[in-house]
């Protein structure tokens, strides 16, 4: 059964930092990119960051770039998200999603992923 579960969110003040971790389980991890997606209360799902298959191609949003980086590590089938400066508009439930791709290349799209985890809530306060 194919599983990403997230972990890592939580209650911090603006500026701040978290790390997300995503643990991916049952699919050939280093045959998909990775992406992390965001959902606030009342908004649609948005595109936040992504990785391609082997680490060498990322992608982020306008509104994180600069502040967050996402990062992948094949051998523990893990996806990371570490993110700077936090504001309370980051506020929201944050998804991990996998893509079947060998690209080299990613791009800021939240189409054509095939798997998605729970998520995890991550709230900055002002």
């Known amino acids: 059964q194919v599983q990403l579960v997230e972990s890592g969110g939580g209650l911090v003040q603006a500026g701040d930092s978290l790390r997300l971790s995503c643990a991916a389980s049952?699919?050939?991890?280093?045959?998909?990119?990775m992406g992390w997606f965001r959902q606030a209360p009342g908004k649609e799902r948005e595109f936040v960051a992504a990785?391609?298959?082997?680490?060498?191609?990322?992608s982020y949003s306008d509104s994180v770039k600069g502040r967050f980086t996402i990062s992948r590590d094949n051998a523990k089938n893990t996806v990371y998200l570490q993110m700077n400066s936090l504001k309370p508009e980051d506020t929201a439930v944050y998804y991990c999603?996998?893509?079947?791709?060998?690209?080299?290349?990613?791009?800021?799209?939240?189409?054509?992923?095939?798997?998605w985890g729970q998520g995890t809530q991550v709230t900055v306060a002002s």
């Open positions: 049952s699919f050939t991890f280093s045959g998909y990119a």
């Open positions: 990785v391609n298959w082997s680490g060498g191609s990322t």
């Open positions: 999603a996998a893509r079947p791709s060998r690209s080299a290349i990613i791009t800021a799209t939240i189409t054509g992923y095939q798997y």
